[in-house]
């Protein structure tokens, strides 16, 4: 139903409830059960238990454990319970990780009041906000959260805060006229009121129009439940990654089997050998490796002031695309604060931050003493004196206790050295005439020191100017003549280009034996004496963060539920919106669909006057033409977008609950700048993901082709199955795990966002696994040659230098996947945990070798001195053959 555009007793009549009386017991009983309890619902729950096995569904997981299986018949425990142990361990973070995901609904609910004062069988009494059906009474005051939709029918110089619904941050004045438009938007109904907004200002009475999941927030609720949220590119290339690996692995491993088979060896060994080489082959640590690296990430990030709820966040930022910004609260501090004054034909610049106590003022430039300039001194005086609002100390930080716009007019007088308590001493408020959203003003009667009455009205300009008939100009009062109507229009049309709220002044002597009753006795004959403009300035560290993000080839796209000329002006500021880029408002995003939208998503740097279901729109616009999507926002109205984003961002101090619980990652600082700091890291996470990848693909493909290659050539096995086991388990985790705390590069925010489909072997990545594990195959099976022709009976032997070839020439090449470019094109030793990782599998492997109570165990003798001349020349050739190869095509 079109409330907001009925009369009062038209609502009254369609929801066939009585203003005076309210509802009866009778009627409230069979409006509950055709409508429900006003919460919000919950969509069905996935069990605990479901929700854990959920974890073992993937493909990869899948084959690990019929691995483990396997090796447990073979009566292979200690590889079985090591690959069960990776597993469980991964299954119980993703599970732990979900669990905590999915709280937005509950949030949503705590933001619903507890209690409302409700009208029933003609008596006002209070009740659970649960217990509101559509059609009661309701009346609230200052300080109350709506408990409900309501079409409002009394309102009392009423203001609500609406920004978490609508993204403004100006609280919005209320009336009870119908509304022609049959469609507008949350913020341009002025008539209705929305369940979760708080009451700042006034009071109210209201008739109940929707609970539950039909209210504006209840939609926003459904909204979150049935958003898909989005697989992030890192699943995505650790899925495909799997199954590439699975395949190749699995058809290697046959081949090893079957043509040692061929060549005379024992069926059962060859079977326990492929089984090792198909464990060896799968990196069943890569999850854990993953896992541990976005951990890692994540605690850096926890310094930078962002806290990380998703793990795989942190990577997808790292290729975000589009940063879509919520502008107050993300890119604007979310207070008000003047920084220009006009009286006069004079303009002034107030320089200050938002709610600092100091600040300086300039006249073309110049620095002025404002309380030596009778103009400045009088308008921030009487827009002291004419203003409700007090500052308070909360936390050891000045506050605003009232309404921010008139805040903002205070602190613009401290920053003068004008304090409101010395000012009450001075002048006393001996009547007040409310702010009335139908005239548009607030009037006080003062009487100063001397006894002399006189009023201020502050107000809307175009309504003031209408009122006087003299102006304060060039320090005297002026008849106000069509030239000075025309100047002082003229001064608010400038400052509201630039995006400026403007509080008009003005005053009227009166005589000091009277005091005027009516506000149309004090509103008339006024002189004017000035304007302050005002706006919500920008964050002074979100400029270079934006600037960082272009040369990032990141695109930032402001989304605001505020007015058009504000984004605008903001967004210029910002550096966000140029001479090429468009904006769009909410008016014309609604004509168009999501396939429309994306046809020009791209041109549009800045989107005004939305709602949530378009901030939904514009990420799926994006979304479709190929980008990574990252979504910030603090309000209720963000949180569908959020979630529907490849990574939703949340701010932590002036965020809502319902934000933080449909965000991966939540800024604690709501500083823009600390999302540059997160997509540094998130590339960086990405890159050292690549560079372990390599590593262990690149010695899984050396140790299966050393064997593969053995056994085509009819040779022994070069490799026991216990040593594959131990090479994979142990020599290949610690330094992988050490490439995930790798430096990044310097050049890493210079270059382009990974496209979305780039796969995990792109970049020659393929190439450079296949070329090194051949070489590390080559050079183990040329080794083992060597030591097995030179004496033929000692076989045991000949597999320990194979061994000893295999690790160290891991060890090396780790060393070598540090860089994309070479092993010599950055500082070996600047990765400190990767040196010591190097050590400390070094120093396992000489304890396999020369602790003669592991020799049994893992099948080996000990290496004679000379021989490790040859273990060492062959284990760094793959190395030095690639760095030489680098070197040639340099000079080239």
Not at 12 to 41: C, D, H, I, P, Y
Not at 630 to 641: F, S, V
Not at 692 to 703: M, P, T
Request: glycine share 8%; proline share 4%; hydrophobic share 45%.
């Amino acid at each position: 139903m079109l409330y907001h555009g009925m009369k009062e007793s038209e609502v009254e009549q369609s929801l066939n409830t009585n203003t005076k009386k309210g509802l009866s017991g009778k009627a409230v009983e069979a409006r509950r059960k055709r409508f429900g309890w006003n919460e919000l619902s919950e969509g069905e729950k996935q069990s605990a238990l479901l929700l854990f096995f959920s974890q073992f569904k993937d493909f990869m997981v899948l084959v690990l454990l019929g691995a483990t299986l396997l090796s447990g018949l073979l009566g292979e425990y200690v590889d079985a319970i090591a690959i069960m142990a990776i597993v469980l361990i991964n299954g119980f973070l993703g599970f732990f990780q979900e669990r905590k995901a999915e709280k937005s609904l509950q949030a949503l609910k705590n933001l619903s009041a507890p209690q409302v004062n409700v009208l029933r069988d003609g008596k006002w009494m209070k009740i659970n906000s649960r217990e509101v059906v559509p059609g009661d009474i309701l009346k609230f005051s200052s300080g109350d959260r709506m408990g409900a939709d309501i079409r409002i029918i009394v309102a009392n110089n009423l203001e609500i805060e609406e920004s978490a619904l609508t993204g403004e941050s100006i609280p919005t004045v209320k009336n009870t006229n119908p509304i022609e438009d049959k469609s507008p938007n949350l913020g341009d109904m002025n008539n209705m009121a929305f369940m979760g907004t708080l009451v700042t200002r006034g009071n109210g009475i209201g008739i109940v129009t929707s609970t539950g999941m039909s209210t504006a927030m209840g939609r926003i609720a459904d909204m979150i439940q049935t958003t898909t949220a989005m697989m992030t590119p890192l699943q995505r290339r650790l899925e495909q990654l799997g199954k590439i690996l699975i395949t190749v692995a699995l058809f290697l491993t046959l081949l090893v089997v079957a043509a040692g088979i061929v060549h005379g060896h024992d069926v059962y060994t060859m079977f326990l050998a492929g089984v090792s080489l198909a464990v060896a082959a799968i990196p069943e640590g890569l999850p854990a490796i993953v896992t541990v690296a976005l951990s890692l990430g994540v605690q850096r990030m926890i310094k930078k002031k962002a806290i990380v709820r998703k793990l795989p966040a942190v990577e997808t930022l790292g290729c975000a695309s589009v940063i879509c910004s919520d502008k107050t609260g993300t890119m604007t501090l979310n207070q008000m604060t003047v920084t220009h004054l006009w009286s006069g034909g004079k303009t002034w610049l107030v320089k200050g931050g938002d709610h600092e106590t100091k600040g300086t003022f300039y006249e073309n430039e110049k620095l002025i003493e404002p309380k030596k300039e009778k103009s400045i001194s009088q308008l921030l005086t009487f827009g002291v004196l004419c203003n409700d609002t007090e500052l308070v100390i909360q936390d050891n930080a000045i506050a605003i206790d009232g309404d921010p716009t008139e805040g903002a007019l205070l602190f613009a007088a401290l920053k003068a050295g004008m304090h409101k308590d010395e000012m009450t001493k001075q002048f006393t408020i001996e009547k007040e005439f409310p702010f009335d959203s139908s005239r548009k003003m607030m009037s006080v009667i003062v009487k100063d020191a001397n006894g002399k009455k006189f009023s201020i009205t502050k107000g809307a300009p175009d309504v003031l100017i209408e009122k006087c008939e003299s102006i304060l100009w060039e320090g005297k009062q002026r008849l106000l003549n069509v030239q000075l109507v025309k100047e002082a229009k003229g001064a608010v049309d400038n400052l509201a280009a630039q995006a400026l709220r403007t509080i008009a002044i003005a005053y009227k002597p009166l005589h000091s034996n009277s005091i005027p009753q009516k506000e149309e006795e004090v509103e008339k004959g006024l002189t004017f004496i000035g304007l302050q403009g005002m706006i919500d300035p920008p964050r002074p560290e979100v400029k270079l963060a934006v600037a960082e993000c272009k040369t990032a080839g990141i695109k930032t796209v402001m989304i605001t539920g505020d007015h058009k000329a504000t984004a605008c002006a903001i967004a210029e500021q910002l550096g966000i919106l140029e001479h090429k880029d468009q904006v769009m408002d909410g008016q014309l995003l609604n004509e168009l669909s999501v396939e429309e939208l994306e046809n020009v998503v791209e041109d549009i740097a800045v989107f005004a006057r939305v709602t949530p279901e378009h901030k939904l729109k514009i990420v799926k616009a994006f979304q479709n033409r190929g980008h990574v999507v990252a979504m910030t926002g603090d309000g209720i109205n963000d949180a569908p977008a959020i979630k529907a984003a490849d990574i939703g961002i949340a701010m932590g101090i002036t965020g809502t609950d319902v934000a933080k619980e449909a965000s991966s990652l939540i800024l604690l600082d709501d500083n823009f700048a600390t999302i540059k700091a997160a997509i540094k890291e998130g590339r960086n996470i990405y890159e050292n993901i690549r560079k372990f990848i390599r590593y262990l693909l690149a010695s899984n493909v050396g140790e299966i082709l050393v064997m593969l290659f053995a056994m085509l050539m009819s040779l022994p096995l070069p490799l026991v199955p216990i040593q594959i086991l131990w090479v994979n388990l142990v020599t290949d985790g610690l330094p992988a795990m050490a490439l995930g705390l790798d430096q990044p590069e310097e050049n890493v925010m210079k270059r382009k966002p990974r496209h979305i489909k780039e796969g995990v072997f792109a970049r020659r990545l393929g190439w450079k696994i296949i070329s090194r594990g051949f070489l590390i195959g080559f050079a183990t099976l040329v080794a083992f040659i060597i030591i097995y022709h030179r004496n033929p009976n000692d076989l045991p032997y000949a597999q320990t230098v194979a061994f000893a070839t295999l690790v160290m020439a891991q060890l090396i090449h780790v060393f070598d996947c540090r860089s994309e470019v070479s092993v010599f094109s950055r500082n070996p030793f600047e990765n400190k945990f990767l040196v010591w990782s190097v050590i400390s599998s070094a120093a396992l492997m000489f304890a396999v070798i020369y602790v003669p109570l592991l020799q049994p165990i893992f099948h080996t003798v000990s290496i004679a001195a000379n021989d490790w001349l040859l273990i060492i020349g062959m284990s760094a050739l793959p190395t030095f053959l690639l760095a030489g190869s680098f070197f040639i095509r340099k000079k080239k």
